[in-house]
């Protein structure tokens, strides 16, 4: 398997309040992100973390938040500030390598259904 | 600014056609291009990189830096390769993906 676990895999949130998506490594990756799929605009960056207690704004960053604490752990917390937060959200990690290029691999995404 | 566009949301052709999926880049430098799948209740995976020059699953892809443009293509397409196609550039420590095409191969 891929070494990366999102959870939950389902989630309902009622509008008003925050959720926190978890995504876990254990390939010893040191970077993460979390991404944002919406049908017919692809995924788009939330943030991402390229070292642990650091990381960026990727494009959609606004009403999200994240921390990285430690190696293994991205969570992404979907606030209520978000306009439109139902959505399918994913996480990754990359490997670098020098030789054979980067590789990101892929978590198997949460559902995230406000109601 | 960094960008991948692909122009077709959606492209149906017949089992045994021959299958290209477009992909245009912007980016100054030297570019990392991928190409990633997602088959219907899968994660998302690494199709293919320009970087190792190789092939999977049939598909092959060449980047052209005059054209801007890394497409994709199999010369026969398999009912299993429908899903979700995704072009990807790596820049400054993120990766940068298409909107996506969806390929649907009849039978």
């Known amino acids: 398997d891929g070494g990366i676990t999102q959870s939950p895999k389902y989630l309902f949130r009622k509008e008003g309040q925050n959720v926190t998506l978890s995504c876990e490594q254990n390939?010893?990756?040191?970077?993460m992100y979390w991404y944002r799929q919406d049908p017919g605009q692809g995924l788009r960056l939330i943030y991402y973390?390229?070292?642990?207690?650091?990381?960026q704004k990727g494009d959609i960053a606004e009403g999200y938040s994240v921390s990285r604490e430690k190696k293994e752990s991205f969570p992404l917390t979907v606030t209520s500030a978000q306009k439109n937060p139902t959505a399918f959200y994913l996480c990754?990690?990359?490997?670098?390598?020098?030789?054979?290029?980067?590789?990101?691999?892929f978590g198997e995404g949460s559902w995230l259904t406000v109601v | 600014a960094q960008r991948v566009t692909q122009p077709e949301k959606l492209l149906s052709v017949f089992k045994g056609a021959p299958v290209e999926l477009k992909c245009n880049y912007s980016?100054?430098?030297?570019?990392?291009l991928f190409w990633y799948v997602q088959y219907s209740r899968q994660r998302l995976q690494l199709l293919l990189r320009?970087?190792s020059r190789e092939s999977i699953k049939g598909f092959t892809a060449d980047l052209n830096k005059g054209e801007t443009s890394f497409h994709l293509k199999k010369p026969f397409a398999q009912e299993e390769d429908s899903a979700m196609y995704y072009c990807?550039?790596?820049?400054?420590?993120?990766?940068?993906f298409g909107q996506g095409t969806t390929l649907q191969v009849k039978p």
């Open positions: 990754a990690s990359m490997r670098e390598g020098r030789l054979i290029g980067n590789t990101i691999y």
């Open positions: 390939l010893n990756h040191d970077a």
């Open positions: 973390s390229q070292i642990v207690n650091d990381f």
């Open positions: 980016y100054s430098g030297s570019p990392e």
């Open positions: 320009h970087i």
């Open positions: 990807a550039l790596f820049s400054r420590g993120k990766l940068i």
